[in-house]
């Protein structure tokens, strides 16, 4: 077994901005499942990992952004199970100058210290990365390998987050995740019963991902996508958000990701602030983690001159 399961504790939130309101909030800290391969990459990983090993390969393909969760995950999970990994990289810019890119990103820095091989692709050659061709490329130079998704997103993946609900789990009424790829929610509302609510909140614009999660959700339709939260777009963010990130975290202690995690957390709040919610319901949020990020974002606001996450 590589990652066992674990089940996460569950904290009560008490939050000024909605402490007058007949709604009870719980948070499931899938963040703190393992110190690297944090929340639901820890689940997405989990079957794929055993599936690799099933096929004997030795060496993890995977794909992401130069800030990726996904991208250090699994650069932690092949250190610590010994499995090569290559990254394939958005953004051929970023190989003119690795040494110094690595001294200012610290996921990319995370993942080399971990052992991880970079290959950096332009980014239309990025959008083409699920081709047969693409793929054939990487087998020619790299050799037999085992290939995770963008996101870590597959039938394994789904598996996984299928454990991330427990039995102690059934007494909420409503279960919140956020959306990337549609993988964890989609693991998520798999293990639901009848009388519960899923309300994914997207961090991407635009509807699509209703689509993808269709693609694994098969026989419920106890569902729904908020794209109301997502501030502009994938890893965009507002002074507002940042400031309720701050907030949130100094009255309850628990840190949020502002890709993720953190604007899920605003719109949960924001509907509970709104009554959208009927007094009385539980609502359990799952923190899938992506904390590593913070650092690189905190880079960014600060050369914007803006207010960092603390």
């Given at each position: 077994m590589y990652l066992e399961n674990k089940n996460s504790s569950i904290q009560q939130i008490h939050f000024s901005e909605i402490s007058d309101k007949e709604v009870s909030l719980f948070i499931k800290r899938e963040d703190e499942l393992h110190p690297f391969i944090s929340g639901n990459k820890y689940r997405k990983l989990k079957y794929n990992l055993i599936?690799?090993?099933?096929?004997?390969?030795?060496?993890?393909?995977?794909?992401?952004?130069?800030?990726?969760?996904?991208?250090?995950?699994?650069?932690?999970?092949?250190?610590?199970?010994r499995f090569n990994t290559i990254g394939i990289i958005r953004g051929d810019e970023l190989a003119a100058n690795l040494e110094k890119v690595l001294q200012n990103n610290a996921t990319l820095k995370f993942a080399s210290e971990h052992n991880m091989q970079f290959e950096f692709v332009s980014r239309s050659e990025y959008r083409n990365k699920t081709s047969i061709e693409f793929i054939n490329n990487l087998s020619d130079k790299f050799g037999d390998f085992y290939l995770v998704p963008e996101g870590g997103t597959n039938q394994f993946a789904i598996k996984g987050c299928e454990e991330i609900l427990t039995k102690e789990d059934e007494k909420y009424d409503v279960i919140c995740a956020s959306v990337g790829t549609g993988g964890t929610i989609s693991g998520i509302i798999n293990a639901t019963k009848k009388h519960q609510k899923v309300i994914g909140f997207s961090a991407l614009k635009g509807d699509f991902l209703k689509a993808e999660i269709k693609k694994y959700v098969l026989k419920k339709d106890n569902w729904s996508l908020n794209t109301n939260y997502h501030f502009g777009g994938y890893a965009k963010v507002s002074e507002e958000l940042i400031t309720f990130i701050n907030i949130f975290k100094q009255e309850t202690g628990i840190p949020l990701d502002p890709v993720y995690t953190g604007k899920m957390l605003f719109g949960i709040v924001d509907l509970i602030k709104n009554d959208y919610f009927e007094k009385g319901t539980k609502i359990l949020a799952i923190h899938t983690g992506g904390l590593q990020g913070i650092e690189g974002m905190n880079v960014y606001l600060k050369n914007k001159k803006l207010a960092q996450i603390v």
């Amino acid at each position: 077994m590589y990652l066992e399961n674990k089940n996460s504790s569950i904290q009560q939130i008490h939050f000024s901005e909605i402490s007058d309101k007949e709604v009870s909030l719980f948070i499931k800290r899938e963040d703190e499942l393992h110190p690297f391969i944090s929340g639901n990459k820890y689940r997405k990983l989990k079957y794929n990992l055993i599936e690799a090993s099933n096929q004997n390969k030795k060496t993890l393909v995977t794909f992401g952004g130069a800030y990726s969760n996904h991208i250090a995950a699994t650069a932690a999970a092949g250190f610590q199970f010994r499995f090569n990994t290559i990254g394939i990289i958005r953004g051929d810019e970023l190989a003119a100058n690795l040494e110094k890119v690595l001294q200012n990103n610290a996921t990319l820095k995370f993942a080399s210290e971990h052992n991880m091989q970079f290959e950096f692709v332009s980014r239309s050659e990025y959008r083409n990365k699920t081709s047969i061709e693409f793929i054939n490329n990487l087998s020619d130079k790299f050799g037999d390998f085992y290939l995770v998704p963008e996101g870590g997103t597959n039938q394994f993946a789904i598996k996984g987050c299928e454990e991330i609900l427990t039995k102690e789990d059934e007494k909420y009424d409503v279960i919140c995740a956020s959306v990337g790829t549609g993988g964890t929610i989609s693991g998520i509302i798999n293990a639901t019963k009848k009388h519960q609510k899923v309300i994914g909140f997207s961090a991407l614009k635009g509807d699509f991902l209703k689509a993808e999660i269709k693609k694994y959700v098969l026989k419920k339709d106890n569902w729904s996508l908020n794209t109301n939260y997502h501030f502009g777009g994938y890893a965009k963010v507002s002074e507002e958000l940042i400031t309720f990130i701050n907030i949130f975290k100094q009255e309850t202690g628990i840190p949020l990701d502002p890709v993720y995690t953190g604007k899920m957390l605003f719109g949960i709040v924001d509907l509970i602030k709104n009554d959208y919610f009927e007094k009385g319901t539980k609502i359990l949020a799952i923190h899938t983690g992506g904390l590593q990020g913070i650092e690189g974002m905190n880079v960014y606001l600060k050369n914007k001159k803006l207010a960092q996450i603390v």
